[in-house]
């Protein structure tokens, strides 16, 4: 068994992590499963981990600044029934895992293991949603969008832990998520979509898609978004061929034991398309 | 009529749902060791070196050099090894054990052997027959030179995992020479058999006990004869109580699976658009050894005409090895691959008739008196066509498909007719089972079941006690039937093949019915029965003429899905199933046979997806081999019809396995429906739908 730290508070868990690189554990359903072994053995954990499951003071969502701020050890099923939770957050989670995964595990460890299937980050992508990142002496906000680099890969510090997540506070009259994953529970992504837009005085004022499973990284490109704004939407409907070839452009799915890369790139885009119709 | 249908609660229920049930990873023994297989990386070659790190104080390794007896897990044919000598033929072959009483030196000791390969070109396609059987009935050949026209399809099925809750495993002991295993197993004595042999012992050495087994569906039929027998070798060599349980991947990457299968359709059509006669040829993979792969295909090939007669027939089937992992059996055992084939083909033969589905069938549907494929007789009367008409009344059948068969619906309905032969195909119950049962009435009036059945959640603790206490006309309370253990109970058979409320049932019908005849209050009375065919029955194995079972249960099942137009994904709204089962011993039981095996059924039809790559498993844990989940299982509603079976005991015949067969193409047929295309494979996945609706030839 590896070294294990359990902080009491996030004073100390800044401490250990400035004096040593642990591996950060907040709910632990995705670094259980990754680094299982024979039963009744020690996961096979290489490097010293520090569990997070005592930083109460990290368990909130509340209202500050016009933004919904999020701590970053809440764990998903206290979100998915809080009244703060934005609409489309809620439909992504109401989905995730299954009920016993969702009561440990956080939208910081989704985020930290930065899978191209994770469904929370299509809601944290199209909310424009920012993590912070403390170490012992700095604090930082980081979109979640630039927080993930690749598969497994983000910009967090060997020092820093996430605290909180902040949501800007928006508004829309249209939001649908839509997951493909096999079944309708338990499952995990082989592609999903989320689209959000606020539609004024027939014209399209926001517009937000975001593509899961389909690239090393989520797909969301503002240029392409910004491009269809203040324009009616059957302008944008008549348009889908141009509006679908600008998003192929980025579909680069992989084929492997749950999909192949044809069926991911058809249904994303029949997704983009199904969407836009119903603006 | 009996009421013995009426429910009671599952005599083992109140255990298992309050977690009070101790299953074989459960059980613990002081100073037990730990078992782990070391397996091959390959799919075929030869082994060139092994080296073993030095091994840590008690620490052993078990290979084939340790096998007292034969290298060879006893079933039907020699060619499957206890552990692997030289040659390599899949991926994953166990070659030795790693046996230690503390897990993580054991774990350190398999990390560390180092073996190296000499490889060679595996063999992925059918192509290698080593069963090939074929039966003719009536003269196919002068119906084929007379037909107006034939029609010709060929129909691919996958692999399918059991998917029990429990994993593989086992728990052994040893005593001076006395070899005690307890394991989830469906078939003690095949593990006595093949344990014996291994040994090269006295069977009075070898003692298998059934554990509480965790669900099996097939799957602990024969593969736990493999390790037991490794089991068995290790506890010669150790001379410790030793623990082999599998982890979940590892039994999904290893452990047999459900018979991929190409099976190619010819029908003859006369001048009435009658079908005159079919040849048929059915391939099935049976992986890296034939193992029970020949009854398998023997079941298919008798089912190739499911539940039509067709006058003339030319089966022919062939089993290939191929180097993947070995395929066994699974609910159905080679009839849901089979009866899938059949449907579809009814199908598209209809439609390329342009005739109506469903009379077109109605007009083909077997009667009694009929001959069965292998030219024996339906002897018992045929329920079918009130059947049919039972479940289109529930389900609205003919409204919704004139609903559905509008183009740019993406809703359907489907429908499947069928039937599944009960006990052992052919002779197999009176030339190989011979199943015995013992019934011992002790001092205080108490009734023991001494049989080999298993109870591994289907019921049949519940439903045989059930039996006895209606015959003896005592409470369910004063009749006992302990988890069978080969040093006290005889062999009644494995818990296989639809057979234990029909056969081993009516053995014990039988026996209860000796005790009480001779009944004498606070007696210690004995008694034994054992199996006789059904004097009608013929069977000729050579030519595979005659009855080959002696009765047959039916069902009809109907499905009805929506096809999402974005993502081309399945959901299924509703099932509703008609069966004759003889007689119900237990209705709620039957009904959850019914759900479950539907869920099993349909899921293969459209969900379940599970491929190797280069021989390698790819969906091997349960989140990448996709079963339902209870949100996604559709709302059922299942009706039972009686049509007692003059030999079943108060009528029954088998109900295991019928309610899973149908399930494929009636999910199949019911996306045919909504997507306007045929399908020739399943599991029907979004993927293969997108290929359909995209391609125009089809």
Redesign the interface.
């Known amino acids: 068994m590896v070294e294990h730290v359990i902080p009491k508070n996030l004073e100390e868990a800044l401490k250990y992590l400035n004096a040593k690189p642990y591996k950060v554990i907040a709910g632990g359903t995705d670094l259980m499963v990754q680094h299982r072994?024979?039963?009744?053995?020690s996961p096979n954990f290489k490097t010293p981990l520090l569990f997070c499951f005592n930083l109460n003071a990290l368990k909130y969502i509340k209202v500050q600044n016009d933004e919904i701020a999020i701590g970053s050890m809440t764990d998903l099923e206290t979100l998915l029934d809080h009244p703060l939770t934005p609409e489309i957050l809620r439909k992504v989670i109401s989905v995730m895992a299954s009920p016993a995964i969702r009561k440990v595990s956080t939208l910081s460890g989704n985020i930290i293991n930065a899978s191209p299937a994770a469904d929370s980050l299509l809601a944290l992508y199209a909310l424009d949603a920012k993590v912070v990142c403390r170490s012992l002496h700095t604090e930082r906000e980081v979109l979640v969008s630039e927080m993930v680099l690749g598969p497994r890969k983000t910009q967090l510090k060997a020092h820093e832990i996430i605290t909180e997540i902040r949501i800007p506070k928006t508004s829309f009259t249209h939001t649908t998520f839509?997951k493909?994953g096999?079944?309708?529970?338990?499952?995990?992504s082989?592609?999903a979509f989320v689209g959000c837009a606020q539609i004024v005085n027939n014209q399209v004022k926001d517009l937000r898609i975001v593509l899961n499973a389909v690239s090393a990284t989520l797909i969301r490109q503002k240029a392409i978004e910004s491009q269809w704004l203040n324009k009616a939407p059957n302008v944008l409907q008549s348009q889908m061929d141009t509006i679908l070839e600008a998003y192929e452009a980025y579909i680069q799915p992989i084929d492997d034991?749950?999909?192949?890369k044809?069926?991911r790139k058809?249904?994303a885009l029949?997704?983009i398309?199904?969407f836009i119709n119903t603006l | 009529m009996s009421t013995i249908n009426r429910s009671v609660p599952k005599v083992d229920a109140k255990d298992k749902i309050s977690g009070k049930m101790l299953y074989v990873?459960d059980l613990h023994i002081d100073g037990m060791y730990y078992a782990?297989t070391v397996r091959s990386t390959i799919s075929k070659g030869f082994i060139k070196s092994i080296t073993l790190p030095e091994l840590p104080e008690e620490v052993t390794v078990v290979d084939y050099r340790d096998i007292p007896g034969k290298n060879n897990v006893k079933m039907i044919f020699e060619d499957w090894p206890v552990f692997a000598e030289k040659a390599i033929s899949h991926y994953g072959e166990p070659i030795m054990l790693v046996v230690g009483p503390n897990?993580?030196i054991v774990?350190d000791v398999v990390n560390e052997i180092d073996i190296q390969y000499t490889l060679a070109e595996p063999v992925f396609d059918m192509v290698n027959s080593v069963v090939d059987y074929h039966f003719t009935k009536g003269n196919p050949e002068s119906a084929f030179k007379n037909a107006k026209r034939t029609i010709k399809y060929t129909y691919e099925t996958g692999y399918q995992e059991q998917a029990y809750i429990e994993p593989q495993g086992f728990i052994g002991t040893i005593e001076g020479n006395k070899v005690h295993l307890t394991g989830s197993i469906q078939a003690p004595y095949y593990v006595k058999n093949a344990v014996v042999e291994t040994l090269a012992c006295d069977p009075s050495d070898v003692r298998i006990v059934q554990a509480n087994v965790g669900g099996a569906f097939g799957g602990k039929e024969e593969f736990p004869s493999l390790i037991g027998c490794q089991l068995a070798v290790a506890l010669k060599k150790v001379k410790k109580p030793i623990k082999l349980?599998y982890?979940r991947e590892e039994d999904m990457e290893v452990t047999t699976k459900r018979h991929p299968a190409k099976i190619t359709m010819e029908a003859a059509i006369d001048e009435n658009h009658h079908i005159s006669a079919i040849k048929a040829h059915v391939g099935i993979d049976g992986g890296a050894f034939t193992g029970l792969s020949s009854v398998v295909l023997s079941r298919a090939m008798i089912a190739a005409t499911s539940a039509y007669t067709i006058a003339h027939l030319q089966v022919d089937g062939d089993v290939y090895l191929t180097n993947t992992v070995p395929n066994g059996a699974f609910r159905g055992f080679g009839a849901p691959q089979m009866i899938f084939a059949v449907e579809m083909f009814m199908n598209h033969i209809a439609k390329d008739l342009s005739k109506d589905l469903h009379a077109y069938r109605l007009n083909h549907l077997a009667k009694q008196h009929d001959l069965t494929t292998t030219s024996g007789t339906f002897r018992d009367p045929i329920l079918m066509p009130q059947m049919i008409e039972k479940a289109c009344e529930m389900s609205d059948y003919h409204h919704k498909k004139t609903l559905y068969e509008r183009p740019g619906s993406y809703k359907g309905i489907g429908m499947s007719w069928f039937l599944h032969g009960c006990g052992f195909t052919g002779s197999g119950e009176a030339e190989h089972i011979k199943a015995k049962v013992k019934l011992r009435k002790d001092e205080q009036d108490n009734v023991h079941l001494m049989i080999a059945a298993v109870d591994m959640g289907q019921g049949a603790k519940t439903t045989l006690m059930k039996v006895a206490a209606e015959v003896l006309k005592r409470p369910l309370e004063t009749i006992h039937f302990d988890n069978p253990d080969t040093d006290q109970v005889p062999d009644s058979g494995p818990t296989v093949a639809s057979r234990t409320a029909m056969v081993v049932g009516g053995l014990v019908a039988r026996a209860a019915k000796q005790i009480k005849d001779n009944w004498v209050d606070g007696k210690v009375q004995t008694v034994h029965e054992s199996y006789k065919q059904p004097e009608y029955m013929s069977w000729d194995q050579a030519t595979f003429t005659g009855d080959a079972y002696p009765a047959y249960s039916w069902g009809v099942n109907v499905v009805e899905v929506e096809v999402d137009?974005?993502?081309?994904?399945v959901t299924v709204k509703n099932i509703w199933s008609v069966y004759d089962v003889g007689k119900s011993l237990d209705d709620n039981i039957v009904l959850g046979q019914a759900d479950g095996g539907t869920a099993q059924g349909v899921a293969y039809g459209y969900?379940e997806v599970m491929?190797h790559k280069d021989g390698k498993i790819?969906?091997k844990n349960m989140?990448?081999y996709?079963?339902?989940?209870?949100?996604?299982m559709a709302k059922t509603e299942t009706v039972l019809f009686d049509n007692p079976f003059a030999l079943g005991p108060y009528g029954a015949k088998g109900a295991g396995e019928l309610t899973l067969v149908g399930g494929a193409p009636a999910v199949a047929t019911a996306i045919e429906m909504a997507i306007n295309k045929r399908i020739y494979k399943i599991p029907a996945t979004?993927?293969y739908l997108?290929e359909l609706i995209?391609s125009d030839n089809n």
């Open positions: 072994a024979w039963s009744a053995l839509v493909v096999g079944r309708l529970a338990d499952a995990i082989k592609v034991q749950r999909s192949n044809y069926y058809q249904t029949n997704l398309k199904q | 990873s782990k897990k993580a774990q349980i982890e137009k974005a993502s081309y994904e969900l491929r790819v969906n989140t990448d996709v079963i339902p989940t209870a949100v996604d979004p993927e997108m995209h």
